[in-house]
């Protein structure tokens, strides 16, 4: 044996002894090996599964698997309680004084303003952030009286309302519906039981469900149904002008079909 041959040999067996010691004494491949897997079962165990303790039947994973949730689930919350306001008037003091409806926050709440069986019912998602005794008195509610009165349309024929009391920064709305809010927006339209509807801010489709989507033509209600228009938010016409061109049109087009 060469000194070369002999080398090898030692080497061999000190990784031999290495392994060893290490207590790895089986031979691995490179085959993959589910470790985990559940055993196949053999003809002595039959169909009724792998023996448990003391020789019974061990349950099998779909017989220990918990069984489906049947449990209905939770109701939306009722935010008007079991008497919700009969008019508008009542819609006003329940609006502004109801302590369960918002928890007391930064902002007041604002009040809608006009009268039921209004021409047009203009629907906002939110009063602006310095409204305190009137909804939109700052720069968007400058703009929307430009465009009623292009539009035609004096203060007598207009019922100016928002989807929130008062100003909410963030607001989430499809959350705010789960909450039980679109049903109170419905209830306020059909109290209103405007001729048509203009919603300003397409944010507001979850409050409208289910009949949300910027396709809504109509909306029913208790007190009947109102052609419905859905537009950019007063905020983003603001921001972005070329906005209120495109709102022109589609106002036109949808003046002469409703």
Known sequence: MSLADLSLARDVAATLAWWQAAGVDC??????????AEAPLDEAQGAAGPAGPRGTPAASPAASAPAPSTAAPAPQPDLMGESPPADLAAWREWWLNDPALLP?????????????GAALMVLVPQPEEGDSAALLEGPQGRLLANMLGAMG???????LASALPCHMPLADYAALAAQGWDKVLAHHIALVAPQRLLV??????PLLAPQAGTSLREF??????????????????LAMPRLKPRFWRRWMEWSREA
């Open 27 to 36: 031979a691995f491949h490179d085959d993959a090996t589910a470790l985990l």
């Open 104 to 116: 007391r926050g930064l902002y007041p709440r604002v009040p809608p303003r006009g009268v039921a």
């Open 153 to 159: 349309l004096g203060a007598d024929e207009t019922y």
């Open 200 to 205: 300003l801010g397409s944010a507001l489709g």
């Open 220 to 237: 029913n209600h208790a007190s009947g149904k109102a052609p419905v228009m859905i537009g950019d938010a007063l905020e983003a016409m």
